[in-house]
């Protein structure tokens, strides 16, 4: 199972981005999906996270600025990211808790991408 994570970059505060993060491989199905940031010098730490595409959890500190959805058909999620502060700059990754088969279910993580928020 691949974690692929597409969409960061750089943007000024108050600003917009999409993240997305395909699922490919061997997938029974997915439990759990969300999204990690590690900031320089920093634990990494939880953003959001979707359980079986309806049940979400944010960070107090992303609350109300960031959305956690998921395309179950295409094994994909996402994450909106709106008003943007410095504050969220952190290499976000995505992890998810993927079933190979109806017993055998591993912990992936992605890659990182990239977010740098300017002030």
């Known amino acids: 199972v691949q974690l692929v994570e597409s ?11 999409r993240l997305s993060c395909a699922a490919s491989g061997r997938i029974f199905s997915i439990n759990t999906m969300g999204w990690y940031r590690q900031a320089p010098g ?10 079986r595409g309806t049940n ?6 992303v609350k109300g600025r960031f959305t956690i959805s998921g395309d179950n058909a295409k094994n ?13 700059t952190a290499v976000y990754y995505c992890n998810a808790q993927v ?12 890659q990182g ?3 740098t928020v300017s002030s």
């Not at 970059?9 to 108050?14: C, E, K, S, W």
């Not at 979400?56 to 500190?61: M, R, W």
């Open 113 to 115: 991408t990239q977010v």
């Open 7 to 17: 969409g960061g970059g750089l943007v000024q505060a108050g600003g917009s981005l």
């Open 42 to 51: 920093k634990q990494r730490e939880l953003v959001a996270v979707v359980t």
């Open 56 to 61: 979400t959890n944010y960070a107090d500190s």
């Open 99 to 110: 079933f190979e088969d109806w017993r055998t279910g591993n912990n992936y993580w992605g």
């Open 76 to 88: 994909t999620m996402y994450l909106q990211m709106n008003s943007l502060e410095p504050e969220d």
